[in-house]
C-alpha cells in the first residue's frame, strides 16, 4: 500500500544565586583582587575575590563587622564605585543589607545576563551613605575562566570506532565528549588519565556513571565524565580511551599545563551549609529547614536532590490529624529557566488547575501569592529554594496559619511544571508531623542520589482490519518512566489508553472508517473527572483553556465526546518506579467505571485532508494527553 495512503494519529498526545559552604580545593578560579587594598578601616572588611566564570565569584577569607546602617555587594561598569551600579544577591540570595562576616568563604552571583568582563569593579556599597567601604577593580584585559575545547578525539584509522567530535574541559574535575562514538568491543576499556606518552602507566576515571568499570558501546552521544577524589585535569597530560588488556590507545585528547588553563574551579566538593534553626528529612532527597522569626515570619528552605524541570512543594496539610492532599495549603518552588521561583497553592482536587479548581496557585482561587523573598541556589545537583511567609497572612480564603504551638500536620511533594508554570501532579509525595515552635534542632544528612529514570517504550496501534474500533479510558500516566518519557513532554499524571494500551502511536488509513468508544467521563461540574476526547492537530490540548487567540490555529478533526468514567487506578500503590515496561505497568491497575457504563461513539474518516499526524487529546484542561 502506497504510503501516502497512512498517517499516524499519535500521542504527544551550574547556576548559583549564592552559596556558602565548605570546601576541599587549592584553586577557586582566576583573582580579580584583594577588598583589603581598597577598605575603609571602619569595617573591617577583608576577603580575597575570584572569578569561578563569567558570571560568579569565590570570595575567600571575607570578613565585615556588620556595623554599617546598610552594606550591599555591588557592582559597575563606571570608573570608579557609584551609584549606578548593580547589586549582587548575598550567599544565600537574597538582596537584604550584609551581615558581619568571620574569615568566611562563599560563592556569590551576579544577576541574570551579568557579564564580570564587562565590570570595571566589585565593591562593599553603603546606599544611605552613596559611598563604598571596599572594592577590587577588575583590569580591562581580564578574561574570566571558561571551558576549554581540547580538540577531536581518534585517530586517522579509528580504533575500535573510537571517536568523538570535540573533547571539553568543563571544570576542573569535569570533562566532556560530545558525539562519542564507541564500538563497545574492547576486552577492557576505560576512561583513561595520564602524564607522557599514553601507555599503561596511566590510570581509570569514571565513566558518565560515576563508576569504574569497563566502556559500553557509544553510539554518537554526549558524555560527561568527572574524576573522582581530589583529583583534577591539573595533575594530567591527556585523557582518552584506553584497553588495559590489549595495552592499546584508543584515542586521546592532550591537557594543556595548567598555567595554559584558564578554567572554572570544581565545585564539587564545595557543600551547601544549612544556617536555619531547624532541618527536618522528608525524603531521602528532599529537606526543609525553617526559622521561626521574632516578628511572626518564618522563614523556610527547601532542599532537594531533583530534576531541573521539578518543583517541590511544602505545607500544612488538608487535614489536623492525618496527611491529605485535598484541602492542602502548600508553597510550590522551582527553577524557572535561572531565576527561583515559589507560588502559594491551594490543594482542592486531585486534578489539575482549571476554572479554580484543582491544584491552583491562590491567585487563580480569589487569594493572593503570600510568599515572599524567593531566592534559589542550585549546586551540585541539589537544589536550594528559599522563601518567607507570615504565620498568619490573614488570607483566609488561600492560606491556613501556621501554629508555632504543638504538632501540625504538613504534607510535600515533587512533581514537575509545566509549560504554563503550573504544578502537574507529583511524582511523589508524603506528609508527617512537624512542631515549627520547638527548640533548634537539625536532623538532616546528605540528600541522597537521583535515580536513573529508565523510560518505557513506546506501544503502537495499528489501524488495521483488527483495530477497527478503539476504546479510549482514561488512566495513570506512569509517571516519568511512562507518559513523561514516551512523549518528552509534562503532564497531570493521567493518560489516554487506548484499547488497553498507555498512549499507544497509532496508525490508520485515509478513507477509512474508525470508531472510537470513549469513556472519558461526563460531569462537566466534577474537573478531575472530566475529560472530553478530541482528535487535533494541536500538539498541547486543553482547547476548552485556551483563549481565543490561542485557539486560532488549533484545528478539531473529530470530537469531543465524553461517555461516562473508567479510570484505570493503582491496584495496591503506585508502581510505575518498579515496573519494567508500560505492559507491565497496566497490571498493576484495575479498571473502576460509573455506573451505568455507557460509552460515547465517536465516527472518524481520516481523508486526504487531514494531516499526517494528528494528536487525540483531553478538550477541558492542558493535560497534553
Known amino acids: 500500500m502506497a504510503c501516502t495512503n497512512l498517517f499516524i494519529l499519535e500521542f504527544i498526545v551550574l547556576l548559583i544565586s549564592g552559596v556558602k559552604g565548605q570546601e576541599a580545593v587549592d584553586y577557586f578560579g582566576k583573582e580579580i583582587g584583594d577588598f583589603g587594598q581598597q577598605s575603609t578601616p571602619s569595617y573591617d572588611i577583608q576577603g580575597t575575590v575570584y572569578a569561578i566564570n563569567d558570571n560568579k565569584l569565590w570570595l575567600r577569607g571575607f570578613t565585615y563587622n556588620g556595623n554599617a546602617p546598610d552594606a550591599y555587594f555591588w557592582a559597575g561598569t563606571s570608573t570608579s564605585p557609584d551609584d549606578t551600579g548593580s547589586l549582587i544577591p548575598d550567599e544565600i540570595g537574597r538582596t537584604a543589607t550584609l551581615r558581619a562576616y ?279 545537583g541539589v537544589t536550594s529554594i528559599a522563601f518567607s511567609r507570615k504565620l498568619d497572612t490573614g488570607d483566609s480564603v488561600g492560606d491556613k496559619v501556621i501554629s508555632t504551638t504543638g504538632s501540625t500536620q504538613i504534607v510535600w511533594s515533587i512533581g514537575q511544571i509545566n509549560a504554563d508554570r503550573l504544578a502537574v501532579r507529583h511524582i511523589e509525595r508524603g506528609g508527617m508531623s512537624l512542631s515549627f515552635g520547638r527548640s533548634p534542632s537539625k536532623s538532616c544528612s546528605s540528600l541522597g542520589d537521583l535515580d536513573e529514570v529508565n523510560g518505557w517504550k513506546e506501544l503502537r496501534l495499528i489501524g488495521d482490519e483488527d483495530n477497527m474500533e478503539l476504546t479510549a479510558v482514561i488512566g495513570q500516566s506512569g509517571g516519568e518512566r511512562g507518559y513523561t518519557s514516551i512523549t518528552d513532554n509534562v503532564g497531570w499524571g493521567i493518560s489516554w489508553y487506548i484499547n488497553d494500551m498507555l498512549i499507544p502511536r497509532i496508525y490508520l488509513k485515509r478513507n477509512v472508517n474508525y470508531t472510537f468508544n470513549v469513556l472519558g467521563g461526563n460531569d462537566a ?79 472518524w474518516t481520516p481523508d486526504a485532508s487531514t494531516p499526517d499526524i494528528v494528536y487525540y487529546q483531553v478538550k477541558n484542561s492542558l493535560l497534553q494527553i
Open 102 to 380: 568571620d574569615n568566611e568563604n562563599f560563592i556569590i552571583s551576579l544577576p541574570p545576563g551579568g557579564d564580570i568582563s564587562e565590570l570595571k569593579w566589585i565593591a562593599v556599597w553603603s546606599q544611605s551613605q552613596s559611598m563604598s567601604f571596599a572594592h577590587v577593580n577588575i583590569a580591562t584585559s581580564f578574561v574570566p575562566p571558561s571551558t576549554h575545547n581540547l580538540g577531536h578525539l581518534g585517530f586517522d584509522r579509528l580504533v575500535h570506532d573510537t571517536e568523538a567530535d570535540s573533547v571539553e574541559i568543563i571544570d576542573t574535575q569535569t570533562v566532556k565528549f560530545y558525539n562519542l562514538k564507541y564500538d563497545g568491543r574492547g576486552p577492557a576499556a576505560y576512561f583513561w588519565v595520564g602524564t607522557g606518552s599514553v601507555s599503561a602507566s596511566g590510570s581509570r576515571i569514571p565513566d558518565e556513571t560515576g563508576r569504574i568499570k569497563v566502556l559500553r558501546k557509544y553510539t554518537g552521544e554526549d558524555i560527561t565524565v568527572q574524576f573522582d577524589g581530589d583529583r583534577t585535569v591539573f595533575s594530567y597530560g591527556y585523557i582518552g580511551l584506553w584497553c588495559e588488556a590489549a595495552r592499546q590507545n584508543f584515542g586521546h585528547v592532550e591537557i594543556p599545563n595548567r598555567n595554559q588553563l584558564n578554567v572554572p574551579p570544581s565545585l564539587e566538593n564545595f557543600e551547601l551549609v544549612d544556617e536555619y534553626d531547624n532541618c527536618e528529612e522528608l525524603d531521602e532527597r528532599l529537606q526543609v529547614s525553617w526559622t521561626v522569626r521574632d516578628d511572626d515570619v518564618i522563614d523556610i528552605q527547601l532542599r532537594g536532590r531533583v530534576n531541573v524541570n521539578d518543583y517541590m512543594a511544602f505545607g500544612l496539610s488538608g487535614s489536623t490529624t492525618s496527611t491529605l492532599m485535598v484541602g492542602a495549603d502548600v508553597t510550590v518552588a522551582w527553577f524557572d529557566g535561572n531565576i527561583g521561583r515559589a507560588q502559594d497553592y491551594k490543594l482542592t482536587a486531585y486534578a489539575q488547575c482549571s476554572g479554580g479548581s484543582g491544584a491552583c496557585p491562590d491567585t487563580e482561587v480569589g487569594a493572593v501569592n503570600d510568599v515572599d523573598d524567593a531566592s534559589a541556589v542550585l549546586l551540585n
Open 525 to 603: 461540574s466534577q474537573s478531575a473527572s472530566y475529560h472530553p476526547f478530541y482528535i487535533t492537530n494541536d500538539k498541547g490540548g486543553g482547547y476548552a483553556s485556551l483563549t481565543d487567540m490561542e485557539k486560532v490555529n488549533h484545528v478539531i478533526y473529530a470530537g469531543p465526546v465524553n461517555g461516562t468514567l473508567c479510570e484505570l487506578n493503582d491496584k495496591n500503590g503506585d508502581k510505575s518506579t518498579t515496573s519494567t515496561s508500560a505492559e507491565a505497568y497496566r497490571k498493576t491497575l484495575e479498571m473502576q467505571c460509573a455506573s451505568p457504563k455507557e460509552e460515547a461513539t465517536l465516527t
